[in-house]
Nanobody
């Protein structure tokens, strides 16, 4: 089991910045990747950014060059630096950790943190 605790959401004006943090605890040894997803009202939950144990990253096209995902393996923490925020970035942001136990993958989710960008 992996527990995830997020922080850093809030209200910001368009063009502003926010930094999200997610700390993992529990069976962190088996985490193979961590990432951030977001879900706007009435929409599905979509990947924003992901970072693997090898520090490889994947970004949704809508956030490339604006968001940066980083990871501190010693602290089992992943960060999402969000710059040049737009109203369409408004959503609940969820931290994700994927574990790999003998090629059995399992996803764990944080409780979500609200990000609201005003125009």
């Amino acid at each position: 089991q992996v527990q995830l605790v997020e922080s850093g959401g809030g209200l910001v004006q368009a063009g502003g910045s926010l930094r999200l943090s997610c700390a993992a605890s529990g069976s962190t040894l088996y985490i193979s990747s961590m990432g951030w997803y977001r879900q706007a009202p009435g929409k599905q939950r979509d990947l924003v950014a992901e970072i693997s144990n090898g520090a490889g990253t994947v970004y949704d096209d809508s956030v490339k060059d604006r968001f940066t995902i980083t990871r501190n393996n010693a602290k089992n923490t992943v960060y999402l630096q969000m710059n040049s925020l737009k109203p369409e970035d408004t959503a609940v942001y969820y931290c994700n950790a994927r574990t790999n136990t003998r090629w059995i993958f399992q996803d764990y989710w944080g409780q979500g943190t609200q990000v609201t960008v005003s125009s």
